[in-house]
């Protein structure tokens, strides 16, 4: 069974979203028939380098409300993460343009070791305060999730992979994802944000024992709930 999940690495959705996958995975007997891909999808596809400042300000910006306001979002949305084990740290947070880790986790994907690099450019960017645009800093954590230092600075300084991150942004767009994170499972269904663990292993349980039918993964069958996904350069809740 293979389990695509378009997200970015600087969602804070697609971290809790990612942590409750696992969960509906953990102690499901039929948690070794699932293998999955991480598709790339850019919220801010037109962000250049990293974005250095306040990150309320930042936020409040977005969507032009008060600090106040702004805070609060920021205020809901640790509490979330801490709730699954996630340390949201919005306070040394610098967003930046995710294109070349979105690279990185395409050849990730070719050593086999995709999920653990995932993990670390999420932990890295939420938890850590890197500039995950940042050449330097992104293949720290690259290496330190097991990628190769040399193939690592070779990949960033050309374009290997860019034509994998677009054709996966192409994918997205032809099933109309339009926030993250998107689980398709099996090309069959479609569950949009982060889901609760026990609707996630409903929609395994459901694909596992249906009949092969069309690939309807565009098919939102199991409905999010409001400020689940991102849907742009910041998330509000």
Not at 39 to 47: A, H, I, T, V, Y
Request: hydrophobic share 40%.
């Amino acid at each position: 069974m293979l389990v695509e999940i378009w997200s970015d690495v600087v969602c804070p959705w697609c971290a809790i979203g990612k942590r409750r996958f696992e969960q509906a995975l953990d102690g499901w007997e039929h948690a070794d028939e699932v293998t999955v891909r991480w598709r790339s999808f850019e919220l801010d596809p037109n962000r250049s380098g990293t974005v250095e400042g306040d990150y309320v300000d930042l936020l409040a910006g977005k969507y032009r409300t008060s600090r106040e306001e702004a805070q609060s979002m920021i205020d809901r949305m640790t509490a979330a993460g801490a709730a699954e084990g996630i340390d949201f740290r919005f306070d040394i947070a610098r967003p930046g343009n995710t294109f070349d880790a979105h690279r990185l986790l395409h050849l990730a994907a070719d050593r086999g070791i995709q999920d653990r690099v995932k993990d670390r450019f999420l932990r890295g960017y939420h938890s850590e305060g890197v500039a995950i645009a940042d050449h330097g800093a992104l293949t720290d954590l690259a290496v330190d999730a097991g990628l190769d230092r040399s193939e690592v600075t070779r990949v960033l300084a050309g374009d290997d992979h860019a034509d994998a991150v677009r054709a996966d942004e192409a994918q997205a767009y032809e099933y109309g994802i339009g926030g993250v994170p998107f689980f398709v499972v099996d090309r069959q269904v479609g569950i949009s944000g982060a889901q609760p663990p026990s609707h996630l292993r409903a929609a395994l349980e459901q694909v596992r024992t249906a009949a092969p039918t069309q690939d309807a993964a565009a098919h939102d069958d199991h409905a999010h709930a409001p400020g689940e996904t991102c849907v742009d350069g910041v998330c509000a809740v």
